[in-house]
């Protein structure tokens, strides 16, 4: 790891402030994604502003079917939290299964969707929960916030703060995992409410997180696993490498698509 | 004999300190003065060196010295060696690349050590590292050892034409072709026996510590046999005389054979300790252990089985190209040779063998012994063919082995080695019944009817432990010998000392060497301690390695333990009044056999060093040496079965059960003896199902260099094992011991990769088996 300073923001204006005063800063919340590339010095920020000793990012608040997360509520916490659990199990499950222990009470759901890894779980539920992105700056839907391969609709000193949604009536996440990473080779995460079924996929798509469309249609007029089985993604869509070829991804989609349907 | 004796189910004594984080690593190690090493590694997987400028390096911060290669060559410091020659079948000797500890004109694996940055911290030495400028002239590169050996190929070495290392035979060709010829069915596969990365837990690390008034230097490192290493670090690099050499290795956090050899870093950071005046320390980080240490396997071999119309083998053929890396690592010569190709007789009568083996120098990570070192490759081959072979047959495939099975003992297989005894019917039969074979159909009935691909394959191995005997390994090119020496060192108050040249670095030697003790004295393991690892403490000694510390560096502490027992009859026989032939040990008390005449055995002890009445012309003390040098290597040889359950949608294999009947020989602690079995599947099953090696074919770039891409075995990958034992000792040894280090990676994958192929109904898979793979032949097939 390069020499670096750091800084505990006590608030988010704060965070902001400091963020602005770095040559080239970084915010950290969980630091498990960050702090590994910093040590194999593929990050180097002069700065690191560490967002997780601000209150106002933390916790879960859960009323009716409304819910929102703190964008500094840990994977553990999402997994443990029984209100969540009460509304929308499928996210308390799909969080209950990244990484290991050590990443989940570290891990931030902030940190997260501010990343977009490719093969992280929580956008793909994101994009299924038609979830809203609160920044300092404005609120994003999830369509609009995932942009690419570890992009988003972030600005440079944009803060995510909390995600909200509205829970739906069943939902489920079906996850492959990569066999030495864990993380996921495809995950899908479908809602189904009260518009419709929505389905979030990840860990397959060379864009990063999709909608699958063609199953959100078919699921919406025959919600079962059946529905899926003459439907498939197109392979030239989707990431190649080491682990799973394009076909092999595209058919554990339509599998794990087929095991969330089931599940619920 | 007693609760602590031999057989005793004895919990392991140095388990204390490393369940608590009390162990004490290299890494630990800590001399007033010392100061941080990085090294400069290459980027390209092979380049020729036009220049370094460390000019700014230099300047940085906390920076006491950069050093280079040229510099270590003008100082005299030797480059490393091969220690086994290998002559090809047409007489001349392998081709040894030359290895400098710092490369100085070319690089040839992505890694490969290029200068060393000694500074006040660790973090300081890394930055001025990469501030060191080396101006390469990258050339063409090549990872695959069968693309190494085909024409036009990147010349790696200039005195290995066409990269090849050595083209070696061992058989009768003629016999087998013609039994070929003339056999009513041939089997022929095409393997590939992937590469694998050691990972021992604990890091490669080394502190180099000249100390100027004495002129004599101290090494700390991460070594299975730190003798070995003095040696060679003294006789062939040209460091420092054995006398002024210390070589130390203190607790190694697991080694697998990747710390059997020495390495440039440990030369190199005792050569700087010199250079710079401070003592130098180096730890891998888990990247530089993915980089540099030693890899495993990595051949490619077709086999071929031949068979008479009754089904009985008369003939097998197994033709291997295997990967040696970009330098011949310190036994690496040996391992598709003489740890490989003379096994394939397995557990079968087989009247003709012939093995062909090419290696090939590559622009990969050395390749040398590891858990196993040529015989898991040996049995993957085997036992897949053999597996292969029933199921062409239409025949069941333990009774295809059972037809084949050696039933007499001493056996002399065609191939150099005699096996010393077995029962290698026994193992399988413990083993179909540990997992009802014969219930198998309505299990894959039951599994079928919920979607699941269910299948089994079994593996029964042989393999050879305790390599020897020293005069035979030599003739067969070897430049050590493999004995093992023990100091037995009774003090006077009654405890007990024992020095051995068997290292531990997981394997228990504290307490299954303190029961051999305890055994034959009647005294507690507790006040028995087992010394090792220090060439100040003990005197020469081979080290641990190919399950050898049971087979010969017990045997070793049993000739040592003889001797004391020896005298101390005398002693006591002298102070009781009574002949030595009449005293016996029991429990703690020397005794007049059949009388009440008695002494402690401390009083014993005691007398040996007060020496106020002993018998005449007898030295004091308490206290001898042994060597043993056995007369044959060992051969532990069991039958492993697996089962698995395969999700077709998915190729995920899950495995549902796993047994393993080993017959070891004697067990001197049937826990150890079962960790070690568990760990060794863990291994095995982790080649079969997880770890797959990958480089970049262009550039020679490591793709799995971290845990995101290496697919390391955790617990839940793994089933829980059910293991046994059949027992027919070695009578090659006085323990009667086998060994039983190896075992669990050398019979596994076979069976697996023969029950994941039943399942699937598709021969065509390699290790390892990722669901991808075998979703793939799923549908291919
Ligand atoms: C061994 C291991 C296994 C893992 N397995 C999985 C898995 O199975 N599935 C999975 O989804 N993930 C997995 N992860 C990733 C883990 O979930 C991380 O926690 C997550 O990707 C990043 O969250 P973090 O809080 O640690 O963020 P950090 O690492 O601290 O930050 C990541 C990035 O996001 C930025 N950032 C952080 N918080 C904010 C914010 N509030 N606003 C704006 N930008 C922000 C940072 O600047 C940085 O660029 C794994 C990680 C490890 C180490």
């Not at chain 1, 369509?143 to 949604?165: K, P």
């Not at chain 1, 996850?175 to 518009?195: E, H, I, L, T």
């Not at chain 2, 400028?53 to 940085?60: L, Q, R, V």
Request: charged letters at 20%.
């Amino acid at each position: 790891m390069y020499e670096t300073h750091y800084h505990r923001a006590g608030s988010v204006d704060e965070a902001a402030k400091l963020m602005g005063e770095a040559e080239s800063g970084k915010y950290v919340a969980g630091g498990q994604t960050l702090i590994p590339t910093m040590k194999q010095r593929l990050a180097a920020p002069d700065s690191l502003i560490d967002l997780r000793h601000i209150a106002d990012m933390k916790g879960i608040s859960v009323s009716g079917k409304d819910v929102r997360i703190g964008a500094g509520t840990t994977h553990a916490e999402v997994a443990g939290s029984s209100d969540l659990a009460s509304v929308c199990p499928g996210i308390c499950s799909l969080a209950g299964h990244i990484g290991d222990p050590h990443v989940r009470h570290m891990g931030t759901i902030g940190g997260s969707i501010s990343n977009n890894d490719p093969a992280a779980d929580y956008p793909a539920a994101m994009l299924a929960l038609n979830a809203t992105i609160h920044t300092n700056k404005r609120e994003i839907a999830a369509e609009e916030f995932f942009v690419g391969m570890f992009e988003t609709a972030l600005e440079e000193d944009e803060i995510v703060t909390a995600v909200s949604f509205t829970a739906p009536d069943k939902c489920a996440y079906s996850k492959f995992p990569n066999p030495a990473s864990r993380y996921a080779m495809a995950g899908v995460f479908v809602a189904k409410g009260g518009d419709g079924v929505r389905v979030g996929v990840t860990g397959a798509g060379m864009d990063g997180a999709f909608r699958w469309s063609e199953a959100e249609a078919a699921l919406g007029s025959d919600f079962s696993a059946g529905a899926l089985d003459g439907l498939s993604v197109d392979a030239g869509d989707m990431l190649e490498d080491l682990h799973g070829s394009a076909e092999y991804r595209a058919n554990l989609v339509k599998v794990m698509a087929k095991r969330a349907v089931a599940a619920i | 004999m007693g609760m602590e004796g031999i057989g005793a189910r004895v919990a392991r004594k140095e388990d204390k300190r490393f369940i608590t984080g009390k162990g004490r690593y290299t890494d630990d190690m800590s001399v007033p003065g010392m100061k941080h090493a990085a090294f400069v590694r290459s980027p390209h997987a092979h380049a020729v060196i036009k220049g370094i400028d460390s000019s700014e390096a230099e300047k940085m911060p906390g920076v006491i010295g950069v050093l280079a290669g040229a510099e270590m060559t003008t100082d005299g410091i030797g480059s490393l060696i091969c220690g086994w020659m290998i002559h090809s079948k047409d007489g001349s000797p392998m081709n040894m690349g030359d290895w400098r500890p710092l490369a100085d004109k070319k690089v040839r694996y992505v890694g490969d050590a290029v200068a060393i940055v000694v500074a006040d911290t660790k973090a300081q030495a890394r930055d001025a590292a990469e501030a060191v400028k080396v101006d390469y002239d990258v050339l063409p590169a090549v990872t695959s050892a069968v693309d190494a050996l085909k024409p036009g190929a990147p010349q790696i070495h200039d005195n290995a034409p066409g990269n090849q290392i050595y083209d070696w035979e061992i058989g009768d060709l003629d016999a087998v072709d013609k039994a070929i010829a003339s056999a009513a069915h041939v089997t022929t596969l095409d393997l590939v026996n992937n590469r694998l990365v050691p990972n021992a837990m604990e890091p490669r690390a080394a502190l180099g510590v000249y100390d100027e008034a004495e002129d004599h230097y101290t090494c700390w490192t991460t070594s299975q046999n730190p003798h070995v290493a003095r040696l060679v670090m003294s006789a062939f690099y040209n460091v420092a005389p054995e006398n002024k050499l210390r070589v130390i290795a203190p607790d190694v956090g697991g080694g697998f054979g990747s710390k059997i050899y020495i390495y440039p870093e440990e030369i190199t950071c005792l050569w700087a300790s010199k250079k710079t005046g401070v003592p130098v320390k180096w730890v891998a980080d888990r990247t530089e252990s993915f980089l540099t240490d030693a890899h495993g396997r990595d051949h490619v071999t077709t086999i071929q089985m031949a068979f008479d119309a009754d089904n009985k083998i008369t003939a097998l053929k197994a033709d291997t190209i295997a990967n040696l890396g970009a330098y011949m690592s310190l036994f690496s010569s040996v391992v598709p040779t003489y740890l490989h190709a003379i096994l394939y007789s397995g557990q079968y009568v087989i009247p003709a063998i012939h093995c062909n083996m090419r290696t090939a120098y590559t622009n990969t990570v050395p390749v040398d012994a590891y858990r196993g070192a040529g015989r898991p490759e040996t049995t993957y081959a085997l036992e897949r063919v053999v597996e292969t072979a029933a199921r062409e047959l239409g025949v069941s495939p333990a009774e295809l082995r059972r037809k084949n099975f050696i039933r007499e003992w001493p056996y002399q297989t065609p191939v150099i080695l005699q096996y010393d005894s077995g029962d290698y019917e026994a193992s399988l039969d413990a083993a179909m019944k540990a997992i009802d074979y014969d219930g198998f159909p309505a299990r894959k009935a039951e599994a079928e009817a919920r979607g699941k691909k269910r299948g089994i394959g079994m593996s029964c191995y042989i393999e050879a432990c305790g390599i020897a005997p020293s005069q035979a390994i030599g003739s067969l090119g070897a430049g050590v010998g493999l004995w093992e020496s023990a100091e037995i060192r009774v003090n006077a108050v009654g405890t007990v000392e024992i020095l051995t040249g068997s290292h531990s670095h997981g394997q228990g030697h504290e307490t299954t060497f303190a029961q051999l003790v305890s055994d034959r004295f009647g005294v507690p393991i507790d006040s028995v301690s087992v010394v090792h690892g220090d060439t100040d403490k003990v005197q020469m000694g081979m080290g641990t390695y190919g399950s050898r510390s049971g087979p010969v560096g017990m045997s070793a502490v049993v000739k040592a333990l003889d001797k004391v027992e020896k005298k101390a009859k005398m002693i006591a026989a002298h102070l009781l009044e009574a002949d030595e032939s009449d005293i016996v040990i029991e429990n703690g008390q020397v005794k007049v056999a059949g009388t009440d005449k008695a002494l402690g055995w401390h009083e014993v002890a005691l007398n040996a060093y007060t020496a106020h009445n002993l018998p005449a012309e007898m030295e004091p003390g308490l206290k001898e040496t042994a060597f043993f040098d056995p007369a044959n290597f060992s051969f532990p040889a069991g039958c492993h079965i697996c089962e698995v359950e395969i999700d077709p949608d998915t190729g995920k294999t899950e495995i549902v059960k796993f047994v393993a009947s080993d017959d070891f020989g004697n067990i001197i602690n049937p826990m150890i003896v079962e960790g070690q079995v568990h760990g060794g599947l863990a291994q095995g099953i982790g080649q079969a199902l997880l770890e797959g090696t990958s480089y970049d074919a262009e550039t020679g770039q490591l793709l799995t260099a971290t845990y995101m891409d290496y697919t390391m075995p955790r617990a839940d990958d793994l089933p829980s094992y059910t293991v046994s034992n059949t027992v027919t000792p070695s009578p090659l040894n006085p323990l009667g011991i086998k060994g039983c280090g190896e075992a669990g990676a050398i019979g596994s994958p076979p069976a697996l990769m023969n029950a994941i192929t039943d399942a699937i109904g598709n021969n065509n898979l390699s290790m390892p088996a990722t669901p991808q793979k075998v979703w793939a032949a799923i549908n291919a097939a």
